[in-house]
């Protein structure tokens, strides 16, 4: 268990990235948000006591987007730490059903995004965009 710098058990997150071709899934956080309002973010939420991060990103994409997903067999694609939080990013290319906004209090919008409109939108995390380009990247080669 990781400690945020006031002392208290930091928040475990999953979050999946879901790419099509070349183009990336991403949701608008609500303004109303109290965490990371007004931004693009990865679908995915925190994992509930006892659960497993795989079993988790499974549950939020299904909350989230209305999709199935297997629950992942391989290692996260990348972590990100932040004050309070402690996220496992995996890359999803396969899914049962189409992506719809089935948590509409969580955010306003989900859309796809090529490489080219990522660098125009406002992300929630400053290595998102780095992240989002070699996932692409990887794709042509």
Known sequence: MSISGEGSAKARVVAGLLRDGDRVLLCHR???????????????GHVDPGEMPGSALVRELREELGIDVAV??????????????????????????SPVNAAPEEH??????????LGELALAHDGYLALFREV???RRV
Do not use: K, N, Q
């Open 30 to 44: 609500s303004p109303r948000r109290r965490w990371y309002p007004d931004v693009w973010d990865l679908p995915g």
């Open 72 to 97: 992942p067999s391989g290692p996260h694609l990348r972590e990100v730490h932040g004050d309070t939080f402690d996220m496992r990013i995996w890359l999803v290319e396969a899914w049962v059903g």
């Open 108 to 117: 306003d919008a989900i859309a796809w995004f090529d490489g080219e409109a």
């Open 136 to 138: 692409l990247a990887e």
